[in-house]
């Protein structure tokens, strides 16, 4: 008589299956914020000729933006597949990300046409959610808890 027995899964592979279960919306997220920077370098391109809706504020801060939601998102992919490094990064740039754009819709709100301070309003609600989900306790637990093992 053989019993089929099923093996035990060990508590890292645990972990790294729930830290890629939690960043999936981290990285979905951090794919609209691209998707929707990427967009404002296409509205800014169709609407140049008007410099009040473009100006050279636009074309400086839009192409910051896509730079860095292109680093965020390699950022949250990496996360997603466990590098700690990457962990790191993405939650101190986007922290870092809000604040700027808190800084840019309310101390220099003038520089930047209606439709771009929207945008920027956008970009910050979902880095919000962003900064939120990144640094939920169990997340940060389970980068600890890998970093305590690779050390052992």
Request: glycine share 6%; with cysteine; charged share 15%.
């Amino acid at each position: 008589m053989s019993t089929t027995t099923t093996p035990s899964i060990s508590a890292s592979s645990e972990r790294a299956s729930a830290t890629r279960e939690g960043f999936r919306p981290v990285v979905a997220l951090v794919g609209v914020y691209l998707g929707l920077s990427a967009l404002t370098i296409v509205a800014a391109i169709v609407f140049a000729s008007d410099p009040s809706l473009v100006n050279t504020t636009v074309w400086i801060r839009g192409s910051i933006v896509v730079v860095t939601a292109a680093l965020m998102l390699r950022f949250a992919m990496g996360a997603r597949s466990g590098n700690a490094r990457h962990y790191r990064r993405l939650r101190l740039v986007s922290a870092i990300m809000v604040v700027v754009i808190a800084v840019i819709l309310v101390a220099i709100p003038g520089d930047f046409p209606l439709w771009m301070r929207i945008e920027q309003a956008t970009c910050g609600a979902i880095l919000v959610v962003v900064v939120i989900l990144a640094n939920r306790k169990r997340v940060r637990e389970s980068f600890a808890a890998g970093a305590a093992e690779r050390a052992a």
